[in-house]
């Protein structure tokens, strides 16, 4: 619930200096631990709460002024909402999982609408997860502004203004949007204002105008007019200091690519759904806390880049509809699960979820039998295990998990034939073991693949002494049961195998 140093850094510093709003230091026992939030990180007994981090210390030395305590009194009381608004949500609970959110509004929905078969208890419960999350995004709301306000009260603190009147200046200041920043608000200088006019003039003349690049523009505003450029297919606006893409942008029938990375922008338009024709997809670096729902309307999207933003979660269907996608890069983000629907991208070569906050990973995910590179590197104290349905990843030749607490492989994992590049540095592995892991890529897949065999071998030989009746005790009937043993598990070696004979193959006959 409190704003994070990445994102808020005036609004966090300033929380942290007020001793009523400091963060509690008692970790959640295991029956408060909540998989879908992030993990309560216990400060150094050597680190005073008051302590400055790195961030800190950056943040002072762009902004010296922070340490002048009239700075501070004046910023404190700017943002005494937010204390408020944090004591409220201290008390109403944590953000629930979007997944419960989206059901809980599919139940709402059909409630009001006159679904006899939905009891009024369950639809009331429904309704209060629904105003949890509202009143989550409202908090959200609440820390932009309060972000924007106290650069205003610092702003007019350097310039000399009165900090008597500093509440005043901020009230004022509330609501007011880029323009407000000065004559420097608009779309650039001169000659990016001749260059945007001259695209659009273009494309009004009836020229074909099919691809727009204006990288590094230092844009601020992205006019309504781009959206009705008829066969664009191209447009790439990346490296501006855009905030707001115009709902008009849904109006590009033919584009198939966008880039709008690097870029100031909170969230996208719901109408980006209407890209029917959208291959490409970049919006990274940005600041997103979300996704918008219709972006899984973008069906023939081949690559989606997400990355560097504030993502906590992903569209409860994405996976459902982005079946072309081959692509998804999602690092450096605050994931802290993927939906299952993620399971249903049979088309997804490459996952790069690295930087993450991931408690684990959906288990059907070895239903995505395309995929060949895959990134979990540096999910530090979130990620421990890997679902068992992971050995069926039989096409992944590129796998990191790097700096995780993974204690055990899962015993399928030596299913993997055709893996090639593995790092699996900084885990505490107790299976395989260190000595294995040591010795690369070749030596892990051949640990795992006999332990592996050795537990179908065991549970063959228990399914066949619990079937086979303890009077069968002549030398024929052992013999029978014998033979029998050895087909049936050679069969089920065969099968976990892929039913060709191979090398592996040869070497089981021996075996046996």
Request: net charge negative; charged share 25%; with cysteine.
């Amino acid at each position: 619930m409190d704003p994070a140093p990445q994102t808020h850094p005036i609004l966090s510093y300033v929380l942290s200096r007020i001793p009523t709003l400091a963060k509690p230091n008692k970790a959640p026992t295991s029956s408060e631990f909540d998989i879908e939030q992030p993990p309560v990180h216990t400060p150094s007994p050597r680190t005073t709460p008051s302590s400055p981090s790195a961030g800190e210390f950056e943040l002072v030395e762009r902004m010296p002024g922070l340490r002048h305590p009239s700075v501070l009194r004046a910023m404190t009381r700017a943002v005494a909402d937010v204390s408020a608004a944090r004591a409220a949500l201290q008390v109403l609970g944590p953000r629930p999982d979007h997944e419960l959110v989206d059901s809980s509004r599919a139940i709402v929905a059909a409630a009001e609408a006159g679904d006899a078969r939905i009891p009024e208890a369950d639809a009331e419960a429904c309704r209060a997860v629904v105003r949890l999350e509202e009143t989550h995004d409202a908090y959200e709301a609440l820390l932009h502004e309060a972000e924007a306000r106290l650069e205003r009260v610092y702003r007019s603190a350097m310039e000399g203004t009165d900090l008597d009147d500093d509440e005043a200046a901020a009230e004022s200041g509330k609501g007011e949007g880029p323009a407000a920043a000065g004559p420097e608000g608009g779309a650039g200088d001169a000659a990016v204002q001749e260059e945007v006019v001259a695209v659009l003039k273009q494309a009004e003349e009836g020229k074909p105008v099919e691809s727009v690049r204006l990288v590094d523009r230092q844009l601020r505003q992205l006019p309504e007019a781009f959206g009705r450029i008829l066969g664009l297919r191209v447009l790439d606006v990346s490296r501006n200091q855009l905030e707001v893409i115009p709902d008009a942008i849904g109006g590009l029938d033919h584009l198939e690519e966008l880039c709008l990375a690097a870029n100031a922008l909170i969230s996208l338009p719901d109408t980006i759904g209407l890209l029917s024709n959208l291959k490409i997809l970049n919006v990274s670096s940005n600041r997103l806390r979300a996704l918008p729902d219709s972006i899984s309307k973008c069906r023939l999207l081949v690559e989606l880049d997400v990355s560097y933003n504030g993502l906590a979660y992903l569209p409860t269907n994405i996976g459902y509809e982005l079946i072309n996608l081959r692509k998804l890069w999602i690092h450096m983000n605050k994931l802290r699960s993927l939906p299952s629907s993620v399971c249903e991208m049979t088309s997804l070569y490459l996952l790069d979820a690295h930087f993450n906050e991931l408690c684990g990973l959906p288990s059907a995910f070895g239903k995505l039998s395309s995929l060949e590179i895959l990134n979990l590197s540096s999910n530090f104290s979130d990620l421990k295990e890997l679902p068992s349905s992971f050995g069926d990843l039989l096409n992944l030749r590129e796998l990191d998990l790097s700096n995780n607490q993974i204690h055990a492989l899962p015993d399928t994992f030596g299913r993997l034939d055709k893996l090639e590049k593995l790092n699996l540095e900084q885990n505490p592995l107790a299976i395989p073991p260190e000595a294995i892991v040591n010795k690369g890529v070749d030596a892990v897949k051949e640990y795992m693949s006999k332990r592996w065999l050795d537990i179908l071998l065991e549970e063959e030989q228990r399914r066949i002494e619990a079937e086979t009746p303890q009077a069968s005790s002549t030398p024929k009937a052992w013999l029978d049961r014998s033979v029998s043993w050895v087909t049936g598990v050679s069969g089920s070696l065969v099968g976990y195998l892929g039913g060709n004979k191979s090398e592996k193959d040869a070497y089981l006959d021996q075996q046996f």
